[in-house]
């Protein structure tokens, strides 16, 4: 089979063919499309350029050379020179058949011929196709330049040389290839898709749940968890120590309850083992503990990225955080002054790593502290009562300078909190100093910061509000006792200075 | 009903018992359990602190105090003074009925009893019970302490306001509640789960894939999508301008097909109508594109997440990436010296910035200049030959202190480049000036550092391997001819010094 994959023919531009084209493009490799369709070239380039803004979010590597867009007026044209064809014409069986004979007779036989087909079987397209050994089903998911999925399925002559060819090829544009072991009517994912689709569809009808009400029903949770773990191991954890078999003895009943219309199977001793020896294998010797480690970490990452996109569980997640912060137990200088106790320095602000925040020294990375030193300033505007409405009346702090002092290492999971000195302030200026210390009170790194307090809607500097700077005064009051740190005033290198 | 819940009565401490119990306890709730079994007690505190480290990852707000938690040794002793009773026994209606009506029974009227059973219905587990108005099921999912979803479904007896109080109460401890409509067997996340879960049990069966298989082909596709998209709103994105309709005029036939055991509902004009109307109302307004826009910014960020835990999609993800960065159109330091041109300055790195580097004023955060510029960092390492193996070898570039000038602001999706510049270098060190600019040239942010080479095993400071300091020597000479930048040697609120 050709090893060297430089030029792709496309049959079809509809979603998925645009899809992998989009993909292909992205790794330098020439695509040629055919749809008869006048509206598949311009809704392409449409796509192509989507995908190109998802891949710019999604790595820093540096872009490869696009490869080069085509489209033919024929099939016959695209196939020209072709080294891979991947067809997505419509999930019509003739159709497909059609597009896969004559792309077999215009290739040579080391050509792989693959369909994105959702459901039809490789041997009936394959059927009259010369050289069928290298027609199979590679069906991708939507959007095909997002998601790593692609699922191989051979006919009956289907080679096995044919579908490793296959596998490494989607595997060097950055998928995840999963070689199904039988041919069977839609394969893997759409069939359990489908059965919850169907089930879904059942339930609108019936009243039961709105279309949205059924896709909170996924989003919210199930969803979460399937986006990195399977049902499988998902009810391993669920079932203990005792393993697989323990959990289907304990849940195994329901299966006979009208909790779908649907049928399970009859669970027998056979596939019990079955199924406690597959599950055995799929956590390869972790423990319950590690694996809930895995979910849990996951689950806060996943949620943590959709908080960011204000989207889903993570919208939720962003509410609910903004009433964590506003909790009475909360201090503020009302409090503190009322009580004529303002804390030299202020500690306003504590974290413990997240391992996400470790790099490949095993150290946190230098933006995180920055991080951390940015939510301590949060804290403080919030301390002195900068809220959402002071933003948005079009006023805020920008930090204009920042000098870093990074003096040891952090690590995943250690718990740090963060001193806050002013060194000065004036109407339109705070100059302050964090102190970043581990639970042994050690300074692990310090920042001096110049903040500039803006009018964001003519983005210009003018003096706070009165009532701010009244509050920045008390504390740089009680601040006037604290000798100047150690770090302030410095400029890098300075011992060359 | 009761509108302050401060204590609440537990019935059963397993798995879900005990992710209740954590969420509560981690809102500052009092928590009274009762489980006959000895093993509850240790394992509820196991899960609790569990909890409380995914909390301590997921979150900056300062941690609520935490709620005390009891162990009850009878039902009766759990009840006493509850605000509200989440009972959580084993899933047969016998034993759920008996702990319901005692929980009725020694509560006052306006205290919410709730079943977290999984599908038994409320109306039969509220018949025997004295004021059954406040029985209802409120359904978490496993983790409790982490998935937001909980579906509350009424029994013939609930009233609404007794809804509306469980609903309010759950929200406040975080949870997305979903009202369920109708009340029908196994509500409407399980009875879709079950559904996907029963194809899947029959796959095992007949060998057409393993449970690891059938977990791949949900985690690396489609549940990428269902952590923040139900299946009807993106099918509805799959379908395109045409609406709901249209998608299922074209997608609608293969509901009749073998894809998966289970019947589809007959589309029925009545039903099509229903679709489309909920589909509408689901999209509120929302274009296709901006639709795929929001799918699109939701899997990379999933994506980028499950790659900080090298899980899933983020290990494929993680092991792409590293192939891209070591694609040879990547320009190392031997191309450049090769054709005698180091550039001065070097232009090593370039991005646009994502979304979610973006903060509330609309501009990119501040940790995220770090971010980039250590990107820029790093992006000079592999030029001058630093990597893995480099790195494994127990060596490795430190910084240890930066200067930051801000000088504008950066918006989301910003195209930029950075320029890097040696400043001056010895055995140990690196004292190098990097610049960040937008499209036009623009000077937008600058930093300055000091990096200290080090044995990262021994952590302490080494000279660099003579190879990497012959290349930084080589960027030196070519870099002798740039003046001094500007902000180099500042330091922090100079204009007062």
């Known amino acids: 089979m050709k090893k060297k994959i430089e030029r792709v023919a496309l049959l079809g531009g509809g979603v998925i063919g645009a899809g992998w084209a989009a993909r292909m493009l992205l ?45 033919a007026a024929t099939p016959a044209a695209a196939l020209e020179g072709a080294d891979f064809v991947q067809e997505s014409g419509p999930e019509r069986l003739e159709i497909k058949k059609e597009l896969i004979s004559q792309a077999c007779a215009q290739t040579d036989a080391d050509v792989v011929v693959a369909s994105s087909t959702s459901g039809l079987l490789p041997s009936q397209m394959q059927a009259d196709a010369r050289h069928p050994q290298r027609v199979l089903v590679a069906h991708p998911f939507n959007p095909v330049y997002l998601l790593p999925l692609v699922e191989i399925v051979g006919g009956a002559a289907t080679t096995t040389e044919a579908r490793k060819a296959a596998e490494s090829f989607y595997r060097s544009i950055g998928m995840h290839p999963l070689q199904v072991r039988k041919e069977v009517d839609a394969f893997l994912a759409d069939r359990m898709m489908e059965a919850l689709w169907r089930e879904a569809l059942h ?30 191991l998902t009810y391993r954890i669920a079932g203990g120590e005792g393993g697989f078999r323990h959990f289907m003895e304990q ?14 199977p009859d669970l027998t001793e056979k596939l019990l083992d079955t199924l406690s020896e597959q599950s055995d294998a799929q956590a390869a010797g972790r423990a319950i503990a590690d694996l809930e480690r895995i979910r849990d970490d996951c689950l806060v990452s996943v949620m943590q990225a959709l908080r960011a996109n204000d989207w889903a569980s993570g919208k939720v997640w962003k509410q609910h955080e903004e009433v964590l912060y506003k909790k009475p137990h909360r201090r503020t200088l009302e409090e503190d002054t009322a009580v004529g106790d303002i804390p030299t320095p202020l500690t306003l602000h504590q974290g413990i790593v997240p ?8 150290h946190m990375t230098e933006s995180r502290y920055l991080q951390a ?62 102190t970043l210390r581990a639970e042994s009170g050690d300074p692990l790194a310090t920042t001096e910061q110049l903040l500039l307090h803006v009018n964001t ?37 300075a011992k060359k200075a």
Chains 1, 2 share one sequence.
């Open 27 to 71: 790794h330098d490799i020439d695509v040629c499309v055919f749809d008869p369709s006048p509206r598949a070239e311009p809704r392409m380039k449409e796509v192509v350029e989507n995908a190109a803004r998802a891949w710019r979010n999604m790595t820093l590597a540096p872009p490869a050379p696009r490869g080069n867009l085509q489209f």
């Open 203 to 232: 339930l609108v009808r019936e009243g039961a749940a709105t279309a949205d009400e059924l896709d909170q029903a996924i989003c919210y949770g199930p969803g979460l968890r399937w986006s990195f773990m399977g049902s499988f």
């Open 251 to 264: 849940f195994g009943p329901s299966l006979k309850w009208p909790w779908t219309r649907f049928d399970g």
């Open 355 to 362: 391992p996400e925040w470790v790099d490949y020294n095993n």
């Open 373 to 434: 030193f940015g939510d301590a300033s949060d804290a403080l505007f919030r301390y002195i009562g900068i809220d959402r409405a002071y933003h948005a009346s079009g006023r805020s702090y920008y930090t204009v300078e920042t000098h870093l002092n990074f003096l040891k290492e952090l690590h995943a999971a250690q718990p740090f909190t963060i001193d806050t000195q002013l060194l000065a302030t004036d109407p339109k200026r705070i100059h302050l100093f964090h």
């Open 457 to 493: 809607k003519q983005n210009r500097a003018t003096p706070a509000d009165e009532k701010i700077l009244a509050r920045l005064q008390q504390i740089l009051d009680a601040h006037q006792s604290l000798p100047k740190p150690e770090q302030a005033g410095r400029a890098v290198w």
